[in-house]
């Protein structure tokens, strides 16, 4: 996939900056492995070669770990002060190492030619200052949101609620809104996260095989591609609790017929997510001219059937036995609500 090969360049170009950032270092710290005659004192072309190495070096850190380790994750608040704190090492190190060349320094050159001297506590500076900036890449790996720590995230523990939807009321720190590439990664988890704790999904748990590179295709395919497909998401902050997926039909004959699929965490059921999610689906559907939503259920799973019946929807049908769950067949409940 070209997503996939992308990902890949940004990972070995990351490598190779930083690897070029540590040639650079050498090369300033000792510049006698280029050949060229060692002379007394430090020159201003060694700081400046030993200030950008030491840059490329922390910047292809920073890429390598986010494109590798935290893709599409947004960053955390420790990641963020980490970037801030290596930044601001490489910018003290800048300050410390060029002073006696700007004039402020304990040291100022005699001459044009002359080769400014650093003194101790400036060379102390420059140590202190790189160490910094090192240790602000070892926090942005370290303090990072992956995937399996996203999955036991804690439930949100503010309930104000500010709104009503058909007299239910929804925490107003939760927003419904259309998915985006970048959730691919959380979106994915809350799916497996719903496999494991419902029994009314289609998949077992573990049985998803959906990989990080195929979930954004998907994505791709449901926000930019086809115009009668979407996907939309409960987005509590810091992970997704509830999902909706809207697939419409892909001959002129079923276009203005969408499929649904949907799902929200057990923490977070009962407050009106879902019946949020159903709402922002039939005003996206009617911008689309949809005249057909539809979804099936099973018969087990009063609360989903409950829900669907409050917006509207009428069952047309049952397949009998279509399901084997926990060595039971089970019926199959086929909704749907015309929509104008």
């Known amino acids: 996939m070209k997503q996939q090969a992308t990902t890949q360049q940004l990972v070995q170009l990351g490598i190779l900056i930083a690897a070029l950032g540590g040639v650079l270092s050498l090369i300033g710290l000792f510049p006698s492995v280029t050949g060229v005659e060692p002379q007394s004192g430090i020159g201003v072309l060694q700081i400046l070669i030993l200030l950008a190495g030491m840059t490329l070096l922390i910047l292809g850190i920073f890429l390598f770990v986010k494109i590798s380790i935290y893709n599409d994750v947004d960053s955390t608040l420790s990641q963020r002060i980490a970037m801030r704190l290596s930044f601001t090492g490489l910018l003290f190190t800048a300050a410390i190492s060029l002073s006696d060349v700007l004039g402020y320094g304990s040291n100022p050159p005699d001459g044009v030619e002359s080769f400014p001297i650093l003194g101790i506590y400036q060379t102390y500076g420059m140590v202190f200052g790189i160490g910094v900036a090192l240790f602000g890449a070892v926090i942005f790996w370290q303090r990072g949101q992956k995937l399996d720590s996203l999955e036991d995230a804690n439930p949100i523990t503010n309930t104000k609620r500010t709104s009503e939807v058909d007299g239910i009321a929804i ?43 195929e979930q954004r295709e998907i994505i791709h395919e449901h926000i ?4 009668n497909r979407i996907i939309f998401v409960a987005d509590a902050g810091y992970r997704l609790v509830g999902y909706l997926i809207a697939a419409g039909g892909q001959y002129n004959r079923t276009q203005h017929t969408v499929h649904i699929r949907f799902g929200v965490l057990d923490d977070f059921s009962g407050i009106g997510i879902a019946t949020e999610l159903f709402k922002t689906l039939e005003q996206w559907a009617k911008e689309k001219d949809i005249k057909r939503l539809e979804f099936s259920v099973m018969a087990t799973n009063e609360r989903a059937i409950g829900l669907c019946s409050k917006m509207g929807f009428t069952q047309e049908g049952i397949k009998h036995q279509s399901l084997y769950v926990d060595d039971v067949y089970v019926d199959e409940l086929y909704m749907a609500k015309l929509l104008g």
């Open 171 to 213: 925490p107003d720190n939760i927003e419904i809104r259309k998915a985006q590439l970048s959730d691919a990664n959380t979106l994915l988890t809350l799916q497996r996260k719903l496999d494991d704790e419902s029994p009314f999904m289609l998949l077992e748990p573990y049985e998803r095989q959906t990989t990080l590179e």
């Open 224 to 227: 930019m591609i086809d115009s």
